[in-house]
């Protein structure tokens, strides 16, 4: 028998498309934040843009999906100019940084009190807008609401219509956010507009509220969710941040999305600074705006690239206990933008915990999933949000296997496994060196990289194929007896000296082979093939490419360090040279799957062009060869389970 919730209709444990979209109420409020970011004395206020059904004005109530969105509002293109990093690392004498110096506790965070708060002076039952920025029309969210869902967007703090200062990561970001969810739960206050303090109420909202989104929009999900504000009952992060340095920093060096040297936290604040595209808004902050991104770009440190508490406040691993909110986790495996890094460390740190968490890994790139054929996706997430925010017992947890991940060698097969990694442990492959000597030269000049060409293509290929340059150092593998699954983090480990006082350590591991590999570029396969609900378009299912011609390698996993931080990523020792060093780091985690007869190949390097600085300067170290180890959570693909979905 199916549950009773008034003003719904139910089958088969799902909400139906009852509700015409298209008559939905569109509205825009200015929720009242807890900070006050431009120093003005008042408390920032942001823009909230919310889309409900029509039938939340005669008293029904309805939970919302809300979106964290800072780059709804338009961006500033013209200000994205990236840092220079064809620039030698700076060596630094030795540190006594200790781990108390770096650590933030989260639970400290406050806000002083605003010197001119505001009197509410009356009440509106609706603030009605015409404004529809174009992020909020998306299919997705028409599907939701013709099935009894609000649908809430906000650009946040410094963007158009907003106030404050956009600060990327921040306690003061994450507030303001969570003002949202506060405001849709009675707890704080937000008006119909900027300067006439008449209050609107979310009385049409159950209080029940879902995040959900992409890469930033994403990360405010798990920022939000790390406040363990009570309403959040769930979060549906794709390709998103969960520590921020670990997005534009590894181990000492600068690192941001491979492809994107340059890019750091305060040229992302920048982008997102909307509220510039309104010059007399913008002038009347223009000096404090200017001082406000100094802070960012000193705090950010790209001399060192240490770890420092400024970059401990933007890591939501460390509020894992305030989660209360379940999570269901979206990533790409050839995601380098925002690396897969981000969502195998929060999944460990939900499960740990025992918070309800499902994690899907699919092949593709920076990219929603919504349309990807054969991923099942919709029908998941529809089960999901209609458990956790209308408590409807389908079954949600139970039909939703904990992890799948999608396969490199067939995109139709979905391996299911309890956990993540599916693989238990490592394996130690015998390494046969394929130079004599153990030195390595870090010039770039004398590799096929142009740097006015930025040809990085061809410079990987002469780093993985090249049998002869010593810009670099490979260990192969014989041929794999079977098909092998590589499920986690791999770690290398070597012993050298350096002559110089810095270095850049980079490593990757590689599959050696011709074959046609599956890309991450998406094709149309079914037009208007996506029944997304009543009244809505139909989307078009999409899958990944095979290449046309077969490749000579695929690049499994990449891992990086500052040389100078080989003890933690937050203190740098000297280098004494020619004095021999242990080091060891870990790769970016991976899962994919070895055919038999392919062979794995290490690469150990200096600069990657791809993701690191691009010094002058000619480093040269001299590995042990004897000393190299590669970790690899690798096992026959017959010994793991799998499961095959279609849609």
């Known amino acids: 028998m199916e549950q009773h919730i008034p003003g719904i209709v139910l089958k088969d444990g799902l909400t139906q498309p009852v509700f015409d979209y298209k008559r939905c ?14 120093g003005d004395g008042r408390l920032d206020l942001i823009a909230v ?75 509106a039952d609706t603030a009605p807008t015409e404004e529809i920025p174009l992020d909020c029309i998306s299919d997705w969210y028409s599907y939701f609401n013709s099935r009894g ?22 306690p ?29 109420r979310a009385d049409w909202c159950t209080g029940k509220v879902a995040m959900s989104g992409k890469s930033y929009l994403g990360t405010m999900c798990i920022a939000v969710a790390s406040t363990g504000v009570e309403g959040l009952e769930t979060i549906i992060p794709e390709a998103a941040i969960s520590n921020w340095y670990d997005y534009y920093r590894c ?20 982008y997102c600074f909307s509220r510039a595209k309104d010059p007399e808004d913008y002038a009347s902050v223009r000096e404090a705006y200017a001082a406000w991104l100094e802070g960012i770009a000193a705090d950010e440190d790209r001399d060192s690239g240490n770890y420092s508490r400024w970059w401990d406040m933007r890591n ?52 929603y999933i919504h349309d990807l054929q054969g991923s099942r996706f919709n029908e998941m997430l529809h089960l999901w949000l209609d458990h956790w925010l209308y408590g409807i017992e389908n079954g949600a947890a139970e039909r939703i296997p904990n992890v799948l991940v999608q396969s490199n060698l067939d995109q139709d097969l979905w391996l299911a496994s309890p956990s993540f990694p599916a693989v238990k442990g490592y394996t130690e492959p ?3 060196p394929a130079q004599a000597s153990g030195r390595l030269v870090d010039d770039l000049s004398a590799t096929v990289y142009d740097r006015t060409r930025d040809n990085a293509a061809e410079w990987l290929a002469e780093l993985v194929l090249s049998e002869r340059h010593p810009h670099c150092l490979r260990y192969i593998t014989a041929p794999l007896k079977t098909d092998t699954r590589i499920s986690g983090t791999v770690q290398v480990s070597f012993r050298a000296a350096c002559r110089a006082s810095t270095a850049i350590l980079s490593a990757m591991l590689v599959e050696l082979g011709e074959e046609c590999r599956l890309t991450p570029e998406q094709e149309v396969v079914q037009a208007g093939g996506i029944p997304w609900g009543n009244n809505t378009p139909l989307g078009d299912w999409k899958r990944f490419r095979s290449e046309e011609k077969p490749s000579a390698f695929k690049v499994i996993s990449r891992g990086w360090m500052n040389a100078q931080n080989r003890r933690s990523h937050y203190c740098k020792d000297t280098i004494e040279p020619g004095v021999i060093y242990d080091y060891q780091f870990s790769m970016v985690p991976m899962d994919h799957t070895v055919r038999a007869g392919r062979r794995l190949c290490l690469v150990l390097y200096g600069t990657d062009v791809e993701a690191t600085q691009r010094p002058f300067a000619v480093t040269e170290l001299s590995v042990e060869q004897d000393s190299v180890r590669v970790a690899v959570p690798m096992a026959p693909v017959h010994t793991l389970r799998s499961n095959k979905g279609n849609q």
């Open 25 to 38: 109420l569109f509205e825009k409020v200015y929720v009242e934040t807890p900070v006050d970011t431009d």
């Open 49 to 123: 843009y919310i889309r409900r059904p029509l039938e939340t004005t005669q008293g029904m109530r309805v939970p919302a999906i809300y979106v964290a969105n800072p780059y709804m509002l338009e961006c500033n293109e013209d200000w994205y100019v990236p840092h220079d990093v064809d620039r030698d690392v700076s060596p630094y004498p030795q540190q006594h940084i200790t781990e108390s110096d770096i650590t933030f506790d989260p639970s400290t965070v406050s806000f002083p009190q605003p010197r001119y708060p505001r009197a509410t002076v009356g009440y």
């Open 172 to 200: 003061e970001e994450t507030a303001a956010f969570k003002a949202v969810i506060d405001w849709l739960n009675g707890r704080c206050r937000a008006f119909t507009n900027l300067t006439d303090n008449i209050e609107i």
């Open 149 to 170: 869902y609000a649908s809430v967007f906000c650009g946040g703090l410094g963007t158009r219509g907003s106030q404050g200062f956009n600060c990327c990561g921040s």
């Open 430 to 432: 015998v390494l046969m």
């Open 316 to 367: 939501y691993l460390k509020a894992a206990d305030r989660f209360k909110a379940s999570v269901f986790l979206v990533h790409g495996l050839a995601d380098w933008n925002v690396k897969p890094t981000h969502c195998v460390n929060l999944f460990a740190a939900m499960e740990s915990r025992g918070i309800p968490c499902k994690m899907m890994l699919h092949q593709g790139g920076h990219i």
């Open 251 to 270: 181990n000492g060096l600068n690192l941001p999305a491979i492809g994107w040297q340059g890019d750091d936290l305060d040229i992302l604040a920048k």
